[in-house]
């Protein structure tokens, strides 16, 4: 195995956990956290019943998709959101892999305890949901406690010969007391926090947990399920950010952060990429609900109006908003969604076309369908042409309600 010149693990520092980082430089990713949010939460006083629902099992499914990935596991949607469907007394038990199981009734209950106080039993619960299908975990629902240490090592070409050794966290025989201490500050830092705090402790949070690695397996997933705690714990709800999809998609960068607390416990490097990377997940999640409203409108506006199929079709057109359907919907395509035949699918899509909710350009085999959702326009650069870039002028005006706090210092761990 390769191994770095000896330095001493971050664990092994004078000072530690005192995690110390420049709260001023982070004032202004703390302003556009709050501004963000408040728009997220007046966003979200428009949806009701359905929508609603749908728009939280939408982010907890993406969220376990997402936090599954950046572990390299592949797990299937559908399996996610029937099992958090079941989990929140909405449908049967169902029938489904461990792994998706798993990663469901972890997220389900983060979003069910998000505002109690964190507790060993809670993460031991969060373990033993998460890893229950791993026959090969010997310390399943509790902290390591063998005497060796840790070791995360990077391996190359299946051989631990090419192995890379990334950090060695501190032995099983600590494991208990570090995390005594880690809960109680934990519980300390979020007491009486605010929507400001938020961005400073879930950063804090996830990278001393991950320093401390208290469990044989899945410390990642449950480190960013502690951070959307603390984020909905800042905000006083749910916080229907897609942070964990948003890290899968720049998940080098993500290890390459955590890494610089490796052996330092100077976490400027970590607090700013994180804070970051929040304000990213925001603005996708700005954009999925600005997707959830056109569907809840446009369904609205079509009740009784779509048969099985036509809805089927919308339905999967807007999944890929507000991006949009690569290239615009085609009868082809419609056909594949929908099982339609081809005299069908243009009948279909004629009626849809005249009931605007598509319209149609092109022509022939040219011919495409593109929803007719003023509220996607915003988002493109071209309504017929979808485009992932932001608009530019100013956001959309907050209610007066809305009134934005102003940033305060953020909260620093202390020992």
Same mark, same amino acid.
């Given at each position: 195995?390769?191994?770095?010149?000896?330095?001493p693990?971050?664990?092994?520092?004078?000072?530690?956990?005192?995690?110390?980082?420049?709260?001023?430089?982070?004032?202004?990713?703390?302003?556009?956290?709050?501004?963000?949010?408040?728009?997220?939460?007046?966003?979200?006083?428009?949806?009701?019943?359905?929508?609603?629902?749908?728009?939280?099992?939408?982010?907890?499914?993406?969220?376990?998709?997402?936090?599954s990935?950046?572990?390299?596991?592949?797990?299937?949607?559908?399996?996610?959101?029937a099992?958090?469907?079941?989990?929140?007394?909405?449908?049967?038990?169902?029938?489904?892999?461990?792994?998706?199981?798993?990663v469901?009734?972890?997220?389900?209950?983060?979003?069910?305890?998000?505002n109690?106080?964190?507790?060993h039993?809670?993460?031991w619960?969060?373990?033993?949901?998460?890893?229950?299908?791993?026959?090969?975990?010997?310390?399943?629902g509790?902290?390591?406690?063998?005497?060796?240490?840790?070791?995360i090592?990077?391996?190359?070409?299946?051989?631990?010969?090419?192995?890379?050794?990334?950090?060695?966290?501190?032995?099983?025989?600590?494991?208990?007391?570090?995390?005594e201490?880690?809960?109680?500050?934990?519980?300390?830092?979020?007491?009486?926090?605010?929507?400001?705090?938020?961005?400073?402790?879930? !950063?804090?949070?996830? *990278?001393?947990? $991950?320093?401390?690695?208290? @469990? #044989?397996? &899945?410390?990642?997933?449950?480190?960013?399920?502690?951070?959307?705690?603390?984020?909905?714990?800042?905000l006083?709800?749910?916080s229907?950010?897609?942070?964990?999809?948003?890290?899968?998609?720049?998940?080098?960068?993500?290890?390459?952060a955590?890494?610089?607390?490796?052996?330092?416990?100077?976490?400027?490097?970590?607090?700013?990429?994180?804070?970051?990377?929040?304000?990213?997940?925001?603005?996708?999640?700005?954009?999925?609900?600005?997707?959830?409203?056109?569907?809840?409108?446009?369904?609205?506006?079509?009740?009784?109006?779509?048969n099985?199929?036509?809805?089927? !079709?919308?339905?999967? *057109?807007?999944? $890929?908003?507000?991006?949009? @359907? #690569?290239? &615009?919907?085609?009868?082809?395509?419609?056909?594949?969604?929908?099982?339609?035949?081809?005299?069908?699918?243009?009948?279909?899509?004629?009626?849809?076309?005249?009931?605007?909710a598509?319209?149609?350009?092109?022509?022939?085999?040219?011919?495409?369908?593109?929803?007719?959702?003023?509220?996607?326009?915003?988002?493109?650069?071209?309504?017929?042409?979808?485009?992932?870039?932001?608009?530019?002028?100013?956001?959309p005006?907050?209610?007066?309600?809305?009134?934005?706090?102003?940033?305060?210092?953020?909260?620093?761990?202390?020992?």
């Open positions: 195995m390769n191994q770095p010149a000896t330095r693990w971050v664990w092994e520092l004078p000072n530690w956990p005192t995690f110390t980082w420049d709260s001023t430089a982070l004032q202004g990713h703390v302003s556009h956290f709050i501004t963000d949010t408040a728009w997220q939460s007046g966003a979200l006083a428009f949806l009701v019943g359905d929508d609603f629902a749908d728009a939280h099992l939408d982010w907890l499914a993406d969220e376990a998709l997402g936090t990935a950046i572990e390299g596991e592949s797990l299937q949607r559908d399996s996610i959101r099992s958090l469907l079941h989990f929140f007394g909405l449908r049967p038990a169902v029938h489904a892999p461990a792994a998706e199981l798993g469901a009734k972890l997220m389900a209950s983060v979003y069910q305890t998000f109690e106080p964190l507790s039993e809670m993460l619960h969060w373990h033993l949901t998460l890893m229950s299908g791993s026959p090969a975990i010997r310390e399943l509790r902290y390591r406690a063998g005497p060796e240490p840790a070791q090592v990077t391996v190359r070409r299946g051989s631990m010969q090419s192995a890379t050794l990334n950090y060695v966290a501190p032995s099983g025989t600590r494991v208990a007391d570090e995390m201490v880690f809960v109680d500050w934990y519980n300390s830092v979020t007491q009486s926090a605010s929507e400001a705090d938020a961005l400073a402790i879930a !950063g804090a949070a996830h *990278v001393y947990f $991950e320093c401390v690695h208290p @469990f #044989e397996d &899945g410390n990642g997933r449950i480190g960013r399920a502690l951070a959307e705690k603390a984020v909905a714990q800042c006083g709800r749910p229907l950010i897609p942070l964990s999809q948003t890290i899968h998609a720049k998940r080098g960068a993500y290890y390459r955590l890494e610089s607390c490796r052996h330092s416990l100077d976490a400027n490097t970590w607090q700013t990429w994180f804070a970051g990377t929040v304000l990213d997940a925001l603005e996708q999640a700005r954009l999925r609900l600005i997707r959830h409203a056109a569907q809840a409108r446009l369904f609205g506006a079509l009740e009784g109006k779509l099985r199929r036509q809805s089927t !079709g919308l339905q999967r *057109v807007f999944q $890929e908003e507000p991006r949009g @359907f #690569e290239g &615009g919907l085609s009868a082809g395509n419609y056909q594949t969604i929908t099982g339609a035949s081809s005299a069908t699918a243009t009948r279909d899509l004629g009626q849809l076309v005249a009931l605007k598509v319209r149609r350009t092109g022509s022939g085999r040219h011919t495409r369908y593109w929803l007719n959702a003023p509220e996607l326009d915003i988002v493109r650069s071209n309504p017929d042409e979808p485009a992932a870039a932001r608009p530019k002028g100013p956001r005006q907050r209610r007066g309600k809305l009134a934005l706090p102003p940033p305060h210092v953020l909260v620093r761990p202390e020992n």
